[in-house]
């Protein structure tokens, strides 16, 4: 079984930066998308960026684009997200995935989850 392992969240004020990371110990991805989810309670899951691996490509939802930035160091197996310029909207838990093919905004698509890691950001 593949593991996740997400860390980074907090709290900060609106405006503040955070920077999430997300490693999967003893394995190495390649050639598919690996993404990062948000989903507050009573809420559906949704997309937020994602990045394939191996080509670097990205996708954002319209909602951060401009503010988060996804990247990957390939010798470190990890994938991160940078949160600038947060809003108090951005409250959510953050989940990152692995394992798509396609549709890479789409948390259906995705095989491997990790537990998450809380951001609250407050006004």
């Known amino acids: 079984q593949v593991q996740l392992v997400e860390s980074g969240g907090g709290s900060v004020q609106a405006g503040g930066p955070l920077r999430l990371s997300c490693v999967a110990p003893?394995?190495?991805?390649?050639?598919?998308?690996m993404g990062w989810f948000r989903q507050e309670p009573g809420k559906e899951r949704e997309g937020v960026a994602a990045i394939y691996i191996g080509g670097g490509n990205t996708f954002y939802a319209d909602s951060v684009k401009g503010r988060f930035t996804i990247s990957q160091d390939n010798a470190k197996n990890t994938v991160y997200l940078q949160m600038d310029s947060l809003k108090p909207e951005d409250t959510a838990m953050y989940y990152c995935?692995?394992?798509?093919?396609?549709?890479?905004?789409?948390?259906?698509?995705?095989?491997?989850w990790g537990q998450g890691t809380q951001v609250t950001v407050s006004s």
């Open positions: 003893g394995y190495t991805y390649s050639r598919v998308w």
């Open positions: 995935a692995a394992g798509s093919w396609y549709r890479p905004l789409d948390p259906e698509m995705y095989k491997y």
